[in-house]
């Protein structure tokens, strides 16, 4: 039976062909089978549409993360005053002490702490799984949670064999077969949970011999992955130089994608390189400056660029806040050049317009999804983001002046009435939905206590890790030679 529903009265944020942003007020969405059926105002309904009441709403595209790594729920609570050789050495290391289970309850709790905060789309660099077990754990809780998505499937950082009291012994780095079989299973499986999502590949090891990089990318696209992501421009070789000299970056005639991510370290050369084949460089504001990585170029001329989240246990899950972030570090950034002259800036070329913009439809163009996702248009996917403009004194206030400003500027979690993907809601109300796991019913409570449990039981085998000996093998790799 078909599902109808109608977005009533509301202030509905649309974009036109050149991404220019407009609001129309006293709005109606008409939804139907989970794609936009219809924008406009005094929309007739079906007698079985579900009307939710919009008044004093924004209506809102669904945000777009283009990097995540949606595993690391369970080390929230203990990385903030980290630096990156506490991160490599430690907090990353920990995939080593998840269990498949740990994977799915980590992964799932990622994926709705998204959707709680208008996510509706995650390029999800999955480097937590140290085996296909763990994979199939992670990506079924992708599935479970609701959100759409890209499982980008990587084999862990070091790849540990042993790591106890005693000693840390890492695998031989190399691409191993039982990795690129199970992906290949994954990939041939096809699209999960009714097309919601897909197989990709999280690959940074770009060091290897030529052979070896060549063989994963092409298995992976004969086998139907049409996106492969990375890590760029802070360790190891030039990303876009292997990816050039090994001629892997996509031909206007492929139907595949790669989506390079930070990059703040980047040279010249690279940097045109990357502007000239427009690659998409997904930039992550908050764990960029935590990570030492340097100035975030979300909108440095000429890239592609569009914004992720990154790790959600060092900051918000929210590209609203991941947002603001990137406006206040460009305006920071502008500013300290200016100084040493004595001057500050008269005007801010960067404005919550665009930065609205890399949240949406240039996250949706990033991951190839443009003519599905990132606004609100007929015959688009139905992902969809409901603000209320009564929740809170600090939005509800900015929200009605200027819905986009406000959303960027001011919005949180809570100012949220609902979320929708594919014309299903994810939250309604304000609270995050029960989801399914093998056709019962799980709330939100016995989620967090699975999450608890789990974190307890990762933090108990942490502590029998020496974490000297890992930081010293990670200084060891990332000392230049």
Request: charged share 20%.
């Amino acid at each position: 039976m078909s599902q109808n529903i109608i977005l009533r009265n509301g202030s509905v944020i649309v974009h036109d062909e050149h991404d220019r942003v407009q609001v129309l007020d006293n709005c109606d969405v008409l939804i139907s089978n989970g794609f936009i059926e219809q924008v406009g105002n005094n929309i007739s309904p079906a007698k079985d549409t579900d009307i939710l009441d919009c008044t004093d709403k924004i209506i809102s595209p669904g945000f777009v993360d283009t990097h995540h790594h949606l595993w690391q729920t369970q080390l929230k609570g203990y990385g903030l005053d980290n630096t990156w050789l506490d991160y490599f050495s430690d907090d990353l290391l920990q995939s080593f002490n998840y269990s498949p289970e740990d994977s799915y309850w980590g992964q799932l709790a990622g994926c709705l702490e998204a959707l709680d905060a208008g996510t509706t789309f995650v390029l999800d660099h999955c480097h937590g799984c140290r085996t296909p077990e763990h994979a199939d754990a992670a990506i079924t809780a992708f599935a479970d949670s609701g959100i759409r998505g890209v499982f980008a499937y990587a084999e862990t950082f070091l790849n540990l064999a042993k790591w106890d009291s005693d000693s840390i012994i890492p695998q031989p780095t190399s691409i191993s077969d039982t990795y690129i079989q199970h992906l290949e299973h994954l990939a041939q499986k096809g699209p999960l949970a009714d097309g919601r999502v897909t197989v990709g590949v999280a690959f940074d090891n770009y060091h290897l011999p030529r052979h070896e990089v060549e063989k994963l990318f092409r298995r992976a696209f004969k086998a139907g992955v049409k996106l492969i992501t990375s890590h760029c421009g802070n360790f190891g070789p030039s990303v876009p130089q292997v990816l050039e000299r090994y001629s892997l970056f996509p031909k206007p005639e492929d139907d595949h994608a790669i989506v390079l991510s930070h990059g703040n370290y980047l040279d010249k050369t690279d940097l045109t390189m990357l502007s000239q084949r427009q690659v998409p460089l997904s930039c992550t504001p908050a764990t960029e400056a935590q990570g030492s990585m340097g100035w975030p170029l979300l909108f440095e001329p000429g890239l592609n660029t569009s914004l992720g989240a990154d790790c959600h246990f060092l900051n918000s899950s929210s590209l609203m806040q991941a947002a603001r972030n990137a406006l206040l570090l460009v305006r920071l950034q502008k500013t300290l050049e200016l100084k040493p002259e004595g001057r500050k800036p008269v005007k801010f070329d960067e404005t919550t317009y665009d930065v609205f913009n890399k949240a949406t439809i240039q996250g949706a163009r990033a991951v190839g999804m443009e003519d599905q996702i990132g606004s609100i248009e007929v015959g688009k996917r139905a992902d969809i983001v409901v603000f209320t403009r009564t929740s809170s004194l600090s939005f509800g206030t900015a929200a009605r002046q200027n819905p986009v400003a406000a959303i960027m500027g001011y919005s949180e979690p809570r100012d949220i009435e609902a979320v929708l993907v594919g014309g299903v809601f994810r939250k309604r109300a304000g609270m995050l939905l029960p989801i399914l796991r093998n056709g019962k019913t799980v709330g939100l409570d016995s989620i967090m206590s699975e999450v608890r449990r789990s974190q307890q039981a990762i933090r108990k085998r942490r502590d029998a890790c020496n974490l000297g000996l890992s930081r010293d093998l990670v200084e060891q790799i990332a000392t230049p030679r």
